[in-house]
């Protein structure tokens, strides 16, 4: 949250243990003002399982979902239940996004479900990808630097496009 804080993100904070219902109020009210970002997965885990949060706010919302992989070159990995990342100096990154996707309106539990399970998927595809292609080093088509230099690119798909359905 610090870190989000310093590059002047507001974070509001929430799972379905701990004032769940405030947090999804507060991006209800804040949905049409703003872009949101998720955390995939929630303090208790487990680690790199998408929480139904961000559907049903998809859902309720109709915002798009854009899903972004990241990957290191090198990096240190926190003995913790996420085995959190931190990348070492002057290493690689590399972050791959999704098209824009869209979730349909007013889903049941069970939809909320399926979708979740579908985002997870690809985000699990994405983040192997970004983490395979950090290792390499190798361009790829298609990619965008955000930082010069050869260490840092990002794989970019383009946001201007209609939202696409997730199957």
């Not at 004032?19 to 009210?29: C, K, T, Y």
């Amino acid at each position: 949250g610090q870190f989000a804080k310093y590059l002047g993100m507001k974070c509001i904070r929430g799972s379905s243990y701990r004032d769940g219902v405030a947090a999804i109020r507060q991006f209800m009210a804040l949905s049409k003002q703003t872009i949101m970002a998720f955390t995939p997965d929630g303090p208790r885990g487990p680690r790199r399982t998408l929480a139904p949060g961000a559907v049903f706010l998809a859902s309720r919302l109709q915002l798009p979902v854009v899903l972004a992989g990241f990957g290191y070159g090198k990096e240190w990995r926190f003995n913790s239940w996420d085995k959190f990342a931190v990348p070492k100096p002057f290493a690689r990154g590399r972050m791959i996004t999704s098209p824009l996707l869209s979730v349909p309106p007013k889903l049941d539990k069970d939809g909320i479900e399926h979708y979740r399970q579908q985002l997870e998927t690809n985000l699990t595809l994405l983040t192997k990808a970004a983490e395979d292609w950090a290792i390499s080093g190798e361009p790829m088509c298609g990619e965008s630097v955000v930082c010069p230099g050869p260490k840092c690119s990002l794989m970019y798909y383009g946001s201007d496009k209609r939202a696409e359905p997730i199957v």
